[in-house]
């Protein structure tokens, strides 16, 4: 029980105040506190922390009647006010490192030195993702992949952590199989074929994998890696809270994940950039979607109230290895993006921004993120089966015609 109790540091992140402030909380009775067996830490219970946000959510800009906000603990990931933490190391300390290695702390709680995934995934499972037109979206493609992964995989339905986490890993490596190759595999590539980002990049660039560029994408894989319940993660953890096995889990979140307000946005945003770079004026582009009434792609966030740390993170390494004209491009959107939207750019821009400067397909933002965006299903599925079963159950707030009571 003691597990799923919050630190004064985590309600304060929650409730957006300062730690001082929780502690006057406490002084007046709004909250009640639990010490620690040490006696050192003030603990709090999650459910009195969320009536208090909700109660003191009107003062601040409340969600429509009839909408769903669900709050649950986790161990995995927390967003703060300015930082992405896995599993306590911030997301920042994990990016110079292969993205298996953020893929198996978010699984296993433990950072681990080195990783072995395997090199290839399931033949048949990929040949099926390779039939479809290479048009094909890349969540239909992974989604098909992940079906015939499962057709093959009868053993999915063992729920034990060490079975899901080897599956989870044969199932990425499918992904990459099955995902149609935009260029040959270099010899430097096979050298690298151990690295996950390497494999994965001649699947969505045509460009020479070098390992700046390589780097870079594995950049990308670990900061989409996890975020905390956005969509499709709430979609994957209440398939897995029925205990629907690992595969059934990612195909909840690729169906969540393939919207055009979730993983679609960043390639959204990579036709922005195209367009600007077509019209010579990042501004003109910005003012072109503004005139169709559109909203302007990759600024803001609804967790974040100032800077995404992902963008800024992915964006220092992306600019530096752009040519002079698409950082100029990238700039201008950026700031006319900004002006016009009154906030900041976040991690769909950045994830547009390296594809554009990397002359990615449209298309490859959406790979990119479901590819990642899977390593953090799992770990959340391998969380939840932990749960009690079937905690999720969400009630209507019914509106619709009555029988006559005559």
């Given at each position: 029980?003691?597990?799923?109790?919050?630190?004064?540091?985590?309600v304060?992140?929650?409730?957006?105040?300062?730690?001082?402030?929780?502690?006057?909380?406490v002084?007046?009775?709004?909250?009640?506190?639990?010490?620690?067996?040490?006696?050192?830490?003030?603990?709090?219970?999650?459910?009195?922390?969320?009536?208090?946000?909700?109660?003191?959510?009107?003062?601040?800009?409340?969600?429509?009647?009839?909408?769903?906000?669900?709050?649950?603990?986790?161990?995995?990931?927390?967003?703060?006010?300015?930082?992405?933490?896995?599993?306590g190391?911030?997301?920042?300390?994990?990016?110079?490192?292969?993205?298996?290695?953020?893929?198996?702390?978010?699984?296993?709680?433990?950072?681990?030195?080195?990783?072995?995934?395997?090199?290839?995934?399931?033949?048949?499972?990929?040949?099926?993702?390779?039939?479809?037109?290479?048009?094909?979206?890349?969540t239909?493609?992974?989604?098909?992949?992940?079906?015939?992964?499962?057709?093959?995989?009868?053993?999915r339905?063992d729920?034990?952590?060490?079975?899901?986490?080897?599956?989870?890993?044969?199932?990425?490596?499918?992904f990459?199989?099955g995902?149609?190759?935009?260029?040959?595999?270099?010899?430097?590539?096979?050298?690298?074929?151990?690295?996950?980002?390497?494999r994965?990049?001649?699947?969505?660039?045509?460009?020479?994998?070098?390992?700046?560029?390589?780097?870079?994408?594995?950049?990308?894989?670990?900061?989409?890696?996890?975020?905390?319940?956005?969509?499709?993660?709430?979609?994957?953890?209440v398939?897995?809270?029925?205990?629907?096995?690992?595969?059934?889990?990612?195909?909840?979140?690729?169906?969540?994940?393939?919207?055009?307000?979730?993983?679609?946005?960043?390639?959204?945003?990579?036709?922005?950039?195209?367009r600007?770079?077509?019209l010579?004026?990042?501004e003109?582009?910005?003012?072109?979607?503004?005139?169709?009434?559109?909203?302007?792609?990759?600024?803001?966030?609804?967790?974040?109230?100032?800077?995404?740390?992902?963008?800024?993170?992915?964006?220092?390494?992306?600019?530096?290895?752009?040519?002079?004209?698409?950082?100029?491009?990238?700039?201008?959107?950026?700031?006319?993006?900004?002006?016009?939207?009154?906030?900041?750019?976040?991690?769909?821009?950045?994830?547009?921004?390296?594809?554009?400067?990397?002359?990615?397909?449209?298309?490859?933002?959406?790979?990119?993120?479901?590819?990642?965006?899977?390593?953090?299903?799992?770990?959340?599925?391998?969380?939840?089966?932990?749960?009690?079963?079937?905690?999720?159950r969400?009630?209507?707030?019914?509106?619709?015609?009555?029988?006559?009571?005559a």
């Open positions: 029980m003691m597990r799923n109790l919050l630190t004064a540091e985590q304060a992140s929650r409730l957006g105040v300062q730690l001082k402030t929780v502690y006057a909380y002084s007046r009775g709004v909250l009640q506190r639990t010490l620690s067996d040490d006696g050192k830490k003030s603990l709090f219970e999650p459910a009195a922390v969320e009536q208090l946000a909700r109660r003191g959510r009107p003062r601040q800009g409340s969600r429509p009647v009839g909408s769903v906000d669900v709050s649950i603990t986790s161990t995995i990931t927390a967003i703060q006010s300015e930082r992405l933490l896995y599993r190391h911030d997301v920042r300390t994990l990016v110079g490192r292969p993205f298996e290695v953020s893929a198996e702390l978010l699984w296993s709680g433990e950072l681990p030195e080195t990783v072995d995934w395997p090199r290839s995934g399931e033949a048949a499972a990929s040949a099926v993702g390779l039939s479809l037109k290479e048009a094909s979206p890349a239909e493609r992974l989604a098909l992949i992940t079906a015939a992964f499962a057709a093959r995989t009868p053993l339905v729920l034990q952590p060490a079975a899901v986490m080897r599956h989870a890993r044969l199932l990425l490596a499918t990459i199989d995902l149609p190759p935009l260029a040959a595999e270099t010899s430097g590539g096979k050298r690298a074929s151990e690295r996950f980002a390497a994965l990049w001649p699947r969505v660039s045509a460009a020479a994998p070098t390992s700046q560029r390589i780097a870079c994408l594995d950049t990308a894989l670990v900061l989409l890696a996890d975020h905390e319940l956005a969509t499709s993660t709430l979609a994957a953890r398939a897995a809270s029925t205990r629907a096995d690992p595969c059934a889990v990612v195909l909840s979140g690729l169906g969540a994940l393939s919207g055009p307000l979730h993983g679609k946005a960043a390639l959204v945003a990579h036709e922005l950039l195209l600007a770079r077509a010579g004026s990042g003109l582009a910005v003012a072109q979607t503004l005139a169709r009434r559109e909203l302007v792609p990759g600024f803001g966030h609804p967790v974040y109230r100032g800077i995404d740390p992902r963008a800024q993170c992915l964006l220092e390494r992306v600019l530096p290895q752009a040519k002079r004209a698409d950082r100029a491009i990238i700039a201008a959107v950026q700031q006319a993006g900004q002006a016009s939207t009154e906030r900041q750019a976040n991690v769909d821009f950045a994830l547009a921004a390296l594809a554009f400067s990397q002359d990615m397909p449209v298309g490859a933002t959406e790979a990119i993120f479901a590819v990642a965006r899977s390593a953090g299903w799992i770990a959340h599925a391998l969380e939840e089966y932990g749960e009690q079963a079937l905690r999720f969400g009630r209507a707030l019914y509106v619709g015609t009555l029988p006559s009571s």
